[in-house]
């Protein structure tokens, strides 16, 4: 499976993005798909993830009610909305795939993006 994000940009606070995750692959609607961010000097960490049926979804604390996870298998693309943009989104936006759980911890993911930079400013 190969991973393209983009949508990534600069916007205001309080502003809104979406990112998308495309994907190769014809088996993509068995992998569970999530998103996380790394900023400069820290680790990468979950911003939250759906499975591949789209009845599971998992988000962090941080993010619960302002952004939203989406697939369209069809368009093998895994969608992050992100609302009420705040300046410590700030970061690079990485998708990633795999085939177990989507609360499986990041280890389990086998499959990266490139990245998209995202930078909310104040």
């Known amino acids: 499976v190969q991973l393209v994000e983009s949508g990534g940009g600069l916007v205001q606070a309080g502003g809104s993005l979406r990112l998308s995750c495309a994907a190769s692959?014809?088996?993509?609607?068995?992998?569970?798909v999530g998103w996380f961010r790394q900023a400069p000097g820290k680790e990468r960490e979950f911003v939250g993830a759906?499975?591949?049926?789209?009845?599971?979804?998992n988000y962090a604390d941080s993010v619960k009610g302002r952004f939203t996870i989406s697939r369209d298998n069809a368009k093998n693309t895994v969608y992050l909305q992100m609302n009420s943009l705040k300046p410590e989104d700030t970061a690079v936006y990485y998708c990633?795939?795999?085939?177990?759980?989507?609360?499986?911890?990041?280890?389990?993911?086998?499959?990266w993006g490139q990245g998209t930079q995202v930078t909310v400013s104040s």
């Open positions: 990633g795939a795999h085939s177990g759980s989507i609360y499986y911890p990041i280890s389990w993911y086998n499959y």
């Open positions: 692959g014809r088996t993509f609607s068995t992998y569970a």
């Open positions: 759906i499975s591949g049926s789209t009845v599971e979804i």
